[in-house]
């Protein structure tokens, strides 16, 4: 098996990963680690946390499928909590580790800093072409966490033009 990349997941990403029931997959492509700061966020630490994203992490956390990992310096002093704490452990580990977000401006500052940023729709985008699975689950999945708000239209342009070069791809091969 291939050594999984190292990715630090902010409280949006993985509140819109469970959104589309993407958590396993997540889980099993990346060695993913969370800053206190998105635990948290999502109220995981408390017995039982409110929320259903708070829930999933916790217990990915207790089961070792995620772990703590939090910056050495001084955080960023831009943006919330969790996003502050991800991209200051990305820069400490620049091209060691993935900052996964779904914030617009934080997605930006990364792209200019040179991070290896990724949202939920480049990842599913990515994965999709990359396992070759059909793009149209992907492209719903998408278009769901646009039309609910949940990600800019910014953040899903480019991963939709990269499924409809897959569809295309796709369907020449058919």
Do not use: C, N
């Not at 259903?52 to 995620?66: F, K, M, N, W």
């Not at 977000?101 to 500052?109: C, F, L, N």
Request: glycine share 6%; net charge negative.
């Amino acid at each position: 098996m291939a050594k999984r990349e190292i990715a630090s997941v902010d409280t949006s990403f993985w509140v819109h990963a469970g959104m589309v029931r993407a958590h396993p997959e997540l889980l099993s492509e990346f060695d993913v680690t969370v800053t206190r700061a998105v635990s948290d966020e999502l109220g995981v630490g408390d017995r039982t946390p409110s929320s259903v994203s708070g829930q999933a992490l916790q217990l990915a956390l207790l089961s070792g499928t995620a772990r703590a990992l939090d910056p050495g310096g001084p955080l960023i002093p831009e943006f919330h909590a969790g996003e502050k704490a991800v991209l200051s452990l990305a820069t400490e580990q620049m091209g060691d580790l993935i900052p996964l977000i779904d914030e617009t401006k934080a997605y930006q500052w990364a792209v200019k800093k040179g991070l290896p940023v990724m949202s939920v729709p480049l990842w599913l985008a990515m994965r999709t072409i990359r396992l070759e699975e059909d793009p149209m689950v992907a492209v719903s999945k998408i278009k769901a966490l646009v039309q609910g708000r949940h990600i800019s239209m910014l953040l899903a342009h480019e991963p939709l033009a990269l499924l409809a070069v897959h569809a295309a791809r796709m369907e020449g091969r058919s």
